[in-house]
């Protein structure tokens, strides 16, 4: 059974920092891609950040590129992800996904988890 869990949301003022984790089991974690989406009430959801678990691979999307570090440990199987300067535009509810690939937010993405919720105030 694919278990994929997140943790570390909560409540962070304009500016703040919070950091994101996820936890993955089931799956042969190197042979996958992990991602985080997030969305916010009356919103699509978004794709945040994907890893392929090399070093150097990080995808980001344009609105968190410079204040969000995705970072994967493939020895413990979890991603986490660092949020720096964070806006209240960023309050959504983040889920941690499992995919086959980073190269497109539309397809690939099999095991979601239950998410964790980022709130930022102004």
């Known amino acids: 059974e694919v278990q994929v869990v997140e943790s570390g949301g909560g409540l962070v003022q304009a500016g703040g920092s919070l950091s994101l984790s996820c936890a993955v089991s089931?799956?042969?974690?190197?042979?996958?891609?992990i991602g985080w989406f997030r969305q916010a009430p009356g919103k699509e959801r978004e794709g945040v950040s994907c890893t392929s678990g090399s070093s150097d691979s990080g995808y980001y999307a344009d609105s968190v590129k410079g204040r969000f570090t995705i970072t994967s440990d493939n020895a413990k199987n979890t991603v986490s992800l660092q949020m720096n300067r964070l806006k209240p535009e960023d309050t959504a509810m983040y889920s941690c996904?499992?995919?086959?690939?980073?190269?497109?937010?539309?397809?690939?993405?099999?095991?979601w988890g239950q998410g964790t919720q980022v709130t930022v105030s102004s």
């Open positions: 996904v499992v995919g086959t690939t980073c190269s497109t937010w539309n397809y690939g993405w099999a095991y």
């Open positions: 089931g799956v042969t974690f190197d042979h996958y891609v």
